[in-house]
């Protein structure tokens, strides 16, 4: 990608396709200094995260404290980025002509999705068998957690590779056939013979559809096995049906808040204010708001039915969860999750911009990133899950050195990987822009100038 | 959208004004029919209330039967009106046009028939204001401010000033327009009820925003509402298979899901008696049937977290009240009925174009949804209290009897008759909403091919 431009750019919207395909070729080709400047800082710091696991490797899978910061990670890094793609599966799914210039800054997640998944291997040790505590596995065999785990969430991974791809290959083509040398070759494997066929269209267009549908019930079925068998289960006396939905909107919350730090990132450091524009940003921020409230409605149905119930059970694990042992990353994620994004959303001067929903958004994630410590450092805390209700609770675990390698360079990876899926597909999608221009006119209505959207079925 | 008619202003209004200006033989016959159903149910509450609750199959430890799901059911219908006229509203969809009506004034009459449910319930309804005026809860006889059943009234209350405030601002105009198209006593009526409406641009601007705020604040009236009702139940320890922390949103979801399908029975049945054709068209009929599919899973989806959560806890008791549900007799059948009726049968016939435009199979489909919906809440209730307490000797069964299903019979004819009735009086698709819809429909050439389009509202 290209270093940020001072001058000014033109929107898409008055550019012709041709423009628009050489416009976001030029900024694919090359991506400038300090892309990699920053690249190599995320490298290093995903090596020390690699020295962090090893250490956490040597120490062995008993203590199961000590791996309360990785799960943390992994599972933050699957609530926002694996999550992520929803942005643009459920927007093309109701046709909102405003995503195009997003899709692919959303599908681009898919490839992190790859590199949590490496996360998700050690955790399996660690995660006790499921006799004789409550689990989603009743009776059945003693690993099947560590089974259908890993294979709900790799399957979660290569569906979500394969919308990047899928969704990619036009422009995969287009990359091929505006390049030369070894560059063209690469292009020309990748893009497996895409001519933009009637036929393929059609067969890219109903492939996207099936799976977008697929990679959403597979993200609420992962949601449901992660949220219970890495944190909820672990924890005696917990029986909270919302919670699978919960963590599941808490994704929903951070997929968008994630695509609009992105959004603002590709404005501000690689030049493509002419793409995402106020437009995206608004359309955004008003999907932010409404799961914002909503992670508001689902937290309160199960604080309230558990503060109004008061069994012992429910006592212990609100006052481990948020009245006692993790009050402070309780009320800290209550207020960024909920509380100040909510502030600053419900005023439309603050939604259409550019400054207001970035603010709210990188709020949103430093409060999802604290909510999940508190779920799952706390979960990994417990020494015995078999418990019916959780008798003494155990202190609050702090965060030592290692694990501040481990969440650091976790975090870093992510990032650097999807700084290099960059390298291989175009950040914004042109086909969808190009035909974006297709279905739109510019008419005079009375006396001012309105858009007219095609409505294609 | 692909199959709109190019209608002038003159040919809107007569369309939709039909209903008010000319009486049909068969309307009469059918509101007749209707009233008496009502007048029977009338009946039956009022032997009910002379001979005392014993006349209803309602016994320890089963306190709460036939009403009370019934109840839950109207509460759960109401929520039609917000979800296609205040969402629909908010995110813009063309193809709320002709539905957003219809949808709020169900609201209305739901909400009303369900308010008369607990009052029928009480068996003494004038005990009811005993309970609340004055309201002292030192005593300790008193209802509870703390319970969920105080909580609810207010609710449904709250939430039925603010649908009937919804509907009539957006039926301003409509009012204006039958106005100025009437004589005599219709006239002074419209005219009352118009404000003064003349259609300035003041005037539009202030109805379009007095519109969105209200779609704003009524939702979250609308989630507060199904929620409290739910915490009736969730708030309950001591009903095993209620204190669910899923409770509130799987009883909202619930309740959009056979809200919006009641809405779809209403609209296809109102098209084909008043000849609406041209307005609510097959592909309106399509995107509310996409839309009942997602509104049908995501709802799928918190059945089976609040059931399978009732097992998770591998609690006796409550292991075994699933098993009650789902093997033994009467609830295995009636849990069969629920699950097919609420969501196999229909979704799966959703899936296909065909079915989405069909009438006949979409009327039948909806219909079904609702017989589902309406055993959930019942097997919800009943089977978690016949075995409410700990020793099985006090366990107990429940029967409707015939003064119950007499009175629940007469609720459906009740709304039905009202529908009909403002359909008499208001018109039943917003006319401004329509004429809108054509000032805004356009169409684009893309190569050779005329594509429908619509300007964006902004």
Same mark, same amino acid.
């Given at each position: ?7 000014? @750019? ?242 929903? @919350? ?204 | ?205 202030? @109805? ?251």
């Amino acid at each position: 990608m290209h270093e940020a431009h001072h001058t000014s @750019q033109p929107s898409y919207l008055s550019m012709t396709p041709q423009e628009i395909t050489e416009d976001v070729l030029r900024r694919h080709e090359g991506s400038g200094r300090p892309f990699w400047v920053i690249a190599g800082v995320l490298a290093v710091l995903f090596t020390l995260g690699i020295v962090g696991l090893v250490n956490l490797l040597s120490g062995g899978f008993e203590d199961k404290n000590a791996w309360g910061y990785h799960a943390a990670v992994f599972a933050y890094i699957f609530i926002v980025a694996q999550s992520a793609l929803m942005v643009s599966i459920s927007l093309r799914m109701v046709k909102a002509h405003w995503r195009r210039p997003l899709a692919r800054v959303s599908e681009m997640f898919a490839a992190v999705g790859l590199f949590n998944f490496f996360l998700l291997i050690p955790l399996l040790w660690v995660l006790p068998v499921t006799t004789g505590r409550r689990s989603l596995w009743f009776d059945f065999p003693g690993n099947s957690p560590h089974i259908w785990d890993t294979i709900a969430m790799g399957l979660l991974v290569v569906c979500g590779l394969a919308i990047l791809y899928f969704a990619a290959l036009p422009d995969l083509a287009t990359v091929r056939d505006h390049s030369t040398g070894g560059r063209q070759n690469r292009y020309r494997r990748l893009a497996l013979g895409w001519q933009g066929s009637p036929r393929q269209w059609k067969v890219l267009q109903t492939g996207l559809a099936v799976l977008g549908g697929f990679y959403f019930m597979f993200l609420i079925f992962t949601h449901m096995m992660i949220s219970v068998d890495f944190a909820m289960s672990l924890i005696p006396g917990w029986k909270d049906a919302i919670f699978p939905a919960a963590h599941a909107i808490m994704g929903f @919350q951070s997929a968008v808040a994630v695509t609009l730090v992105t959004m603002f990132v590709l404005r501000w450091r690689c030049g493509m204010k002419g793409y995402l524009e106020i437009d995206q940003f608004w359309g955004l921020s008003k999907l932010l708001l409404a799961l914002c409230l909503l992670w508001f409605y689902f937290w309160w149905s199960s604080f309230f039915t558990y503060w109004y119930g008061r069994t012992p059970a429910e006592q212990s694990v609100l006052k481990l969860l948020m009245t006692e042992t993790y009050r402070i990353p309780f009320f800290l994620s209550f207020g960024l999750s909920f509380v100040v994004p909510f502030a600053l959303l419900m005023w439309n001067v603050v939604r259409k911009t550019i400054w207001g929903p970035t603010l709210a958004a990188t709020i949103v994630l430093v409060g999802t990133f604290i909510n999940i410590i508190r779920y799952y450092v706390a979960a990994y805390s417990i020494k015995d899950s078999t418990l019916h209700a959780l008798e003494i609770a155990p202190p609050i675990n702090t965060p030592g050195f290692n694990d501040i390698l481990v969440v650091v360079g976790g975090l870093a990876g992510a990032v650097l990987t999807y700084m290099l899926a960059t390298r291989v597909f175009p950040v914004i999608s042109m086909w969808e822009m190009r035909e974006g221009l297709l279905l739109q006119r510019v008419r005079t209505f009375m006396k001012i100038n309105i858009r007219v959207m095609a409505k294609p079925e | 959208m692909q199959e709109r008619v190019k209608l002038s202003d003159a040919q809107i209004n007569r369309d939709l004004l039909r209903s008010i200006f000319e009486t049909p033989k068969w309307y009469l016959i059918l509101v007749g029919t209707l009233g008496l159903i009502v007048l029977c149910g009338f009946a039956a509450a009022g032997f009910m209330i002379n001979q005392g609750l014993g006349v209803t199959g309602l016994n320890r430890p089963v306190m709460w039967g036939f009403f009370i799901t019934n109840f839950v059911f109207w509460i759960g219908i109401s929520h039609a009106g917000v979800m296609l006229s205040a969402i629909l509203r908010l995110v813009q969809a063309e193809w709320r046009r002709p539905a957003t009506r219809a949808a709020e004034v169900l609201t209305v009459f739901s909400l009303m028939t369900a308010m008369m449910m607990p009052l029928i319930h009480a068996g003494r309804p004038w005990r009811v204001f005993y309970w609340v005026f004055p309201y002292d809860w030192a005593r300790g006889v008193y209802p509870n401010v703390r319970s969920a059943l105080v909580w609810d009234p207010a609710a449904v209350f709250t939430y039925l000033t603010s649908s009937i405030l919804f509907v009539y601002i957006a039926l301003v105009p409509d009012i204006a327009v039958a106005r100025d198209r009437s004589t005599g006593w219709r006239h002074v009526l419209y005219s009352v009820l118009a404000l003064g409406w003349r259609g300035s641009v003041r005037q539009w601007k202030l @109805q379009i925003i007095a519109g969105i705020l209200l779609s704003a604040i009524i939702l979250p009236i609308f989630v507060s509402v199904h929620s409290i009702v739910s915490w009736d139940f969730g708030m309950a320890m001591s009903v095993e298979g209620w204190h669910s922390t899923v409770f509130a949103p799987y009883f909202v979801i619930g309740a959009v899901h056979s809200g919006v399908s009641a809405v779809v029975t209403v609209m296809l049945i109102l098209r084909w008696m008043f000849k609406w054709e041209d307005y609510i068209r097959l592909e309106h009929i399509e995107a509310l049937a996409k839309l009942l599919i997602v509104v049908a899973t995501a709802w799928f989806y918190f059945f089976l977290l609040e059931f399978f959560f009732g097992l998770y806890s591998l609690e006796g008791p409550e292991i075994a009240l699933r098993e009650m549900q789902v093997f033994q007799e009467p609830w295995k059948w009636l849990f069969i009925v629920f699950l097919f009726t609420g969501y196999i049968i229909p979704v799966s016939m959703w899936m296909f174009r065909s079915v989405r435009r069909s009438i006949g199979l979409m009327i039948f489909t909806t219909v079904l949804v609702n017989i589902g919906m309406w055993l959930e809440r019942f097997i919800i209730i009943v089977p978690g209290l016949a075995r409410k307490q700990s020793f099985s000797f006090t366990w107990g069964g429940y029967t409707p009897s015939p003064v119950e299903i007499v009175i629940i019979g007469a609720t459906f004819a009740m709304v039905s008759m009202l529908v009909l009735l403002f359909a008499k009086v208001f018109p039943l698709i917003p006319i401004g909403d329509a004429k809108e819809g054509m000032v805004l429909a356009d169409e684009i050439t893309i190569g050779k091919v005329k594509v429908p389009a619509v300007m964006r509202e902004e």
